[in-house]
């Protein structure tokens, strides 16, 4: 079994769905409701324990009862929680995620000051013992600790770029061994929205292997100077929240495995298309038999 350690953040979100997302001011009545668990390190971390890896999430909550549930939650779905550190004296992240009849979202999102800013950062012994890392960009200081700890013993480093950050950016690019961004993310570093012009001017700043998650447009990523296209699968949406996410878990625990990148990419977007078919983040993460049986019949 290969082992995932996950920094970044985790949230707890309220999930409403809706006929259609508001586009004005005035009162909306969901159809249905969910409080589920959810944050991008913490998404992923359940997507690697889903898929039959050993997930490890190391993140920083509040000292609250929320904070509690988060952890607890996590805990559940099989990821090892041991590395979570409650701040004193701060609240855990919330977000309320609206999720249209198409299954598209609008997600505001909380998170307090100070809580990736106090405590400690990731420790390279949490590294230990792992076969790969993922980060995001929440917590820049845990996630350049742990990449520099993959680095220095020559394990698989995932950064799951999916919104545009500070200097923090640029330094965390050339620590990683693989940048994958979001279509957003990538637009608005780069100012392009071509995908293959966007991921060239990326590949000028690391020597990372780099892509880009493009949603119904599929998956772009460069292999030297190669531009690759993997289509996207074709699957009812239902809801698109976390599957980001869940692609970057799954592309994470395949790197682990030694999966060649062009395999490790269509076994992350499978993994993808499945929970887009299923309501909530985590909650539509499938299991390693529903990919391999959904990889079978698309083949």
């Not at 993922?134 to 820049?140: I, Q, T």
Request: glycine fraction near 10%; include cysteine.
């Amino acid at each position: 079994m290969s082992t995932v350690l996950c920094v970044g953040i985790a949230v707890q979100d309220f999930l409403f769905a809706v006929e259609t997302l508001p586009d004005r001011s005035g009162k909306y009545y969901a159809i249905d409701f969910r409080d589920v668990g959810g944050g991008v390190a913490a998404n992923a971390a359940v997507a690697v324990a889903r898929l039959g890896g050993e997930a490890r999430y190391a993140g920083q909550v509040g000292d609250d009862a929320l904070g509690a549930t988060i952890v607890a939650d996590l805990g559940a779905a099989g990821v090892d929680t041991s590395r979570v550190r409650p701040v004193p004296g701060l609240r855990s992240p919330l977000s309320a995620v609206l999720v249209d009849a198409a299954g598209e979202r609008m997600i505001v999102n909380y998170t307090p000051d100070g809580l990736f800013v106090s405590g400690d950062v990731s420790p390279a012994e949490d590294v230990a013992g792992a076969d790969a890392v993922l980060v995001d960009v929440r917590w820049p200081a845990g996630a350049l600790a742990a990449l520099r700890a993959a680095r220095s013993v020559g394990i698989p480093s995932v950064f799951d770029f999916d919104r545009p950050m500070d200097d923090h950016g640029g330094l965390l690019l050339t620590e990683a061994s693989h940048v994958a961004f979001s279509a957003a993310a990538l637009h608005a570093t780069t100012n392009t929205t071509d995908f293959e012009a966007g991921l060239a001017r990326i590949a000028t700043q690391t020597a990372a292997w780099v892509a880009v998650t493009a949603g119904e447009h599929g998956v772009y990523w460069r292999s030297g100077d190669r531009l690759h296209h993997l289509p996207a699968f074709a699957v009812e949406v239902v809801d698109t929240v976390g599957a980001g996410d869940i692609f970057h878990g799954a592309l994470a625990l395949a790197l682990a495995e030694g999966q060649p990148e062009p395999v490790a990419v269509r076994f992350a977007a499978a993994a993808a298309a499945i929970k887009c078919t299923r309501r909530g983040a985590r909650a539509g993460a499938p299991s390693r038999a529903e990919v391999e049986a959904f990889l079978e019949e698309a083949d």
